[in-house]
């Protein structure tokens, strides 16, 4: 399985893990029954995707569930770069509010950095849920990301079904689509 690190590149000497535990997951109830000071082996970094500093006036990102662990490490390589000018905006998707991972740090993160904002969408609110419901929609794309430009990119991290939609989506809108198998510098790129 692949898991991204949700720790910012510049701590050394270990790094963190979200691993959302399954009861009929293989490797989450694996990982979920390890006791302290156990070890386990990885390899890796995997992955193709190319950033730097300023190498995009805006990224718009769509994110669902589990698909928040790699786009954290993007949100930590610009918000802890102070010359890094790049606008981000997020749209996360989950089921309900109580599966949306990270939700105090990325509010915390949106609230000191002017130039992050999140955007969330749940399918099964709760009576208070203020944002908006159901699943990721083109409308929401045009109303919460930047629009395609060749200064902007978008980044996709979710189920294969809701990366495959926010694709079409992508195309309709008129992003730079290449399909699901992204290099590292296209201007959208599904992890």
Known sequence: RFYSPI????????????????????????MASLKSGQLVDFKGPVGTLKYET????????????????????????????????????LIYANDSENDILLKEELDEMADKYPNFEVHYVVRSPSANW???????????????????????????CGPDGMNKTILTYAKNLGWKVTGQESKGDDQVFVF
Not at 135 to 145: A, G, K, Q, S
């Open 54 to 89: 300023n190498s995009s006036k805006e990224l718009a990102i769509v994110a669902g569930g589990s698909g928040i662990t790699p786009v954290l490490q993007i949100l930590n390589q610009v918000i802890t770069t102070p010359e890094d000018l790049t606008k981000v905006s």
């Open 130 to 156: 203020s944002s908006s419901v159901g699943i990721v929609t083109e409308e929401m794309m045009r109303d919460f990301l930047p629009g395609p430009s060749d200064n902007n990119r978008l980044l996709i």
């Open 7 to 30: 720790s910012p590149s510049f701590a050394e000497g270990y790094f963190d893990l979200m691993i959302k535990s399954y009861p009929d997951g293989k490797v989450s109830k694996y």
